[in-house]
């Protein structure tokens, strides 16, 4: 399994220029997120996915939008970026934490990460 | 809202001394607390994870604690190695996200290991 797999892994945007971050995981997983990583900070979650079909909204959701249409693939998706959306970007996915997986449904699994800079 | 918080910063130890890296966190409301590693230019590689009901969790020379009571989790890291230098980050989830793990992060301690 390549586990989680994040496309591009770096990227120079100009200030109101739009992408798409790839996020793709071939474990089945139900559950996946998005994350950022601005430096010498914590991750911040900026959406989630239960399920194809669904998404929610995480901590820092302004300026992003996601879809996932597919169990496996979960883009993000920059309309306006602006300097403020400089970070790494994290996808991670798992299985549903409902008890019923016992270890196994507890874990995430991270990407290797997009690094974006917005000039 | 839950806020969490690692010290030290960063840290430099020699070859072979034990350590301690200490996580505190404000709502004891948690369901779970795990330690992860990152290493420069990767993802994240979850460590240990800890239940809220549960005192200690151990992975080879790696042992995790938490108190949830007062809000606060160590990790405690034996007999370190060069191999071991990476930023650690511990992350709880809330009780109150369904089977979601919506995590909560801490900003980090970066390990250096010294020869």
């Known amino acids: 399994n390549a586990g989680v797999t994040q496309t591009p892994k770096f990227r120079i945007l100009k200030i109101g220029q739009s992408m798409t971050l790839q996020c793709t995981q071939d474990m089945n997983h139900n559950y996946m997120y998005w994350y950022r990583q601005d430096p010498g900070m914590g991750l911040k979650l900026i959406y989630y996915?239960?399920?194809?079909?669904?998404?929610d909204k995480g901590e820092v959701p302004n300026g992003y939008n996601v879809s996932r249409s597919t169990t496996e693939d979960f883009p993000l998706r920059l309309e306006l970026a602006a300097p403020s959306q400089t970070s790494v970007y994290f996808c991670a996915s798992s299985y549903p934490n409902d008890g019923s997986l016992g270890g196994r449904g507890k874990t995430q699994y991270f990407g290797p990460g997009t690094r974006l800079l917005v000039l | 809202k839950q806020e969490v918080t690692q010290i030290p910063a960063a840290l430099s130890v020699p070859e072979g001394e034990n350590l301690v890296l200490n996580c505190s966190f404000t709502d004891s409301a948690i369901y779970n607390l795990q330690w992860f590693r990152q290493d420069p230019g990767k993802g994240l590689t979850s460590l240990l994870l800890?239940?809220?009901?549960?005192r200690e969790q151990t992975s080879g020379r790696l042992n995790a604690s938490l108190d949830k009571s007062s809000g606060r989790s160590t990790l405690y890291i034996a007999a370190s190695q060069p191999g071991d230098s990476a930023t650690y980050l511990c992350?709880?989830?809330?009780?109150?996200?369904?089977?979601?793990?919506?995590?909560?992060f801490g900003t980090g301690t970066r390990l250096q290991v010294t020869l």
């Open positions: 992350a709880v989830r809330p009780t109150n996200t369904g089977t979601a793990s919506k995590l909560t």
């Open positions: 996915s239960v399920g194809a079909g669904i998404t």
């Open positions: 800890i239940q809220s009901s549960q």
